[in-house]
């Protein structure tokens, strides 16, 4: 089992940053790949970037390319997600999420074993 807990969420004006945190308690950390993900609502939760295990190759949505960067700290058991030049379109829930794997990065939540709780983006123009 591994338990997450994510911190950083808050109201931003547009153009600003946020950083996310995610915490991970449980099973070995460097064991696991990690994602965040977003749902605004009404909508179906969506990729926005995710770390493989050992931090050296990520990948992101289109969507936040050049804007955010998912770094992780395996000492601290801990995955970041740095959002600059935030638009109103980034208001939403971030979940980060965590799997057990290989080399491979999953997209797609259903890829995904565990999950945080969520924390509140929300961007005003």
């Known amino acids: 089992q591994v338990q997450l807990v994510e911190f950083g969420g808050g109201l931003v004006q547009a153009g600003g940053s946020l950083r996310l945190s995610c915490a991970a308690s449980?099973?070995?950390?460097?064991?696991?790949?990690m994602g965040w993900f977003h749902q605004a609502p009404g909508k179906e939760r969506e990729f926005v970037a995710a770390?493989?295990?050992?931090?050296?190759?990520?990948v992101y949505a289109d969507s936040v390319k050049g804007r955010f960067t998912i770094a992780r700290d395996n000492a601290k058991n801990t995955v970041y997600l740095q959002m600059n030049s935030l638009n109103p379109e980034d208001t939403a829930v971030y979940y980060c999420?965590?799997?057990?794997?290989?080399?491979?990065?999953?997209?797609?939540?259903?890829?995904?074993?565990?999950w945080g709780q969520g924390t509140q983006v929300t961007v005003s123009s």
């Open positions: 999420a965590a799997v057990a794997a290989r080399n491979a990065i999953p997209t797609r939540p259903d890829e995904y074993d565990y």
């Open positions: 770390i493989n295990r050992s931090g050296g190759s990520s």
């Open positions: 449980g099973r070995i950390f460097s064991s696991y790949a």
